[in-house]
């Protein structure tokens, strides 16, 4: 599996920004889809995970009411940032668990190279 962020950037607190996660080489929908984050000198953060056929998705406590994981084609996974902190301000990274916890970084199998986020005035 294959997968390839795109989207990241630079917003202002309280904007909005969408990441897109290109997914290639997925043969068994009954893979999950996660999105992780890791901030200057933090461990890697579980953000939001979905199966690939959308029928539960998880959100961590902090992004929760703020980001939207969605699927809008066969190909990409997109997550809507709104209400973007400060601290939130991280490279995000997704990747694609076979199975495992959705919840632990060492169980997914396929990570994206990352695109950076960053939240400031």
């Known amino acids: 599996v294959q997968l390839v962020e795109s989207g990241g950037g630079q917003v202002q607190p309280g904007e909005s920004l969408r990441l897109s996660c290109k997914v290639s080489?997925?043969?068994?929908?009954?893979?999950?889809i996660g999105w992780w984050r890791q901030a200057l000198g933090k461990e890697r953060e579980f953000v939001a995970a979905?199966?690939?056929?959308?029928?539960?998705t998880e959100y961590a406590a902090s992004v929760n009411g703020r980001f939207i994981l969605s699927r809008n084609n066969a190909e990409n996974v997109n997550l809507q940032m709104n209400g973007l902190k400060a601290e939130d301000t991280a490279v995000y990274y997704c990747?694609?668990?076979?199975?495992?916890?959705?919840?632990?970084?060492?169980?997914?199998?396929?990570w994206g190279q990352g695109t950076q986020v960053t939240v400031s005035t």
């Open positions: 080489g997925l043969d068994d929908s009954t893979y999950v």
């Open positions: 990747a694609a668990l076979a199975g495992g916890s959705w919840q632990r970084a060492a169980d997914y199998d396929s």
């Open positions: 979905r199966d690939w056929n959308g029928h539960i």
